[in-house]
């Protein structure tokens, strides 16, 4: 009786791991299409929130193969997947503060129209990414990263529309520029989350075959 409830739940395990694949197969492909059409029209536009937001894409793409490519490997494995994955976090966080260093010394003022438009279109790219994978945002340290970059290209989504709105009030390039910072923030922060989650994932892999080395 007990040797076929494992069997079964070994069964639900490996259905919604499959499951979980196929989903990370649409997310890397809504994102490498977004990641093109953002990089274009940022670079068209002189917004730096767009931009951001393309180079954002374009690391959660490598999020999602990196999380296709770890899948079903060890605790420790996944950790440090997901430790690379902060590490490209904080690097884009930290460029995209550059970049905005940069416009706001330059003062160029991006097109406000571009930014609404492609900002939609985000958005609901976004949207239903974060849908089909709400249900895995509880996992482990991989899991939890995929989910909170997907969230965060939400949150950064309506900070893009938002700003739209305020460079088409204001006509200047401030709000484009505070957008962009708190976008950067948010990745610091999130990667500041899962270096931590998957530090104590890779203590408790460590002391696990420690104690199956000593037995």
């Known amino acids: 009786m007990s040797g ?13 791991q499959s499951r979980y694949r196929r989903l990370l ?16 029209s940022g670079l068209r536009s002189g917004s730096v929130s767009l931009l ?15 999380s296709l490519l770890v899948l079903g490997l060890s605790l420790t494995a ?3 997947a997901s430790r690379l994955k902060a590490v490209s976090m904080i690097v884009f966080g930290a460029w995209v503060l550059g970049v905005a260093g940069w416009h706001l010394h330059t003062g160029r003022v991006p097109g406000a129209p571009t ?17 089909l994978l ?9 899991m939890r990263s995929v989910w909170l970059c997907t969230r965060n290209d939400v949150l950064g989504n309506v900070a ?7 460079v088409f009030g204001t006509r200047s390039a401030w709000p484009d520029l505070v957008v962009a910072a708190i976008m950067a923030s948010l990745a610091l922060t999130s990667a500041a989350h899962i270096l931590r989650q998957s530090g104590a994932e890779l203590r408790e892999g460590t002391g696990g075959q420690q104690i199956a080395a000593r037995s």
């Open 4 to 16: 076929a409830c494992c069997h079964h739940c070994d069964d639900a395990a490996s259905l919604r």
């Open 115 to 131: 930014m609404g438009a492609v900002g939609t279109a985000a958005l609901l790219a976004n949207g239903v990414v974060a849908a």
């Open 78 to 80: 996944r950790a440090r």
């Open 160 to 166: 893009v529309l938002l700003a739209a709105l305020g």
């Open 52 to 66: 951001a937001d393309s180079v954002d894409f374009l690391g959660d793409a490598a999020n999602y193969g990196i």
């Open 134 to 142: 709400l249900s895995y945002r509880d996992g482990d340290s991989n």
């Open 25 to 40: 197969w649409a997310a890397l492909a809504i994102n490498v299409a977004m990641f093109a059409v953002e990089i274009v």
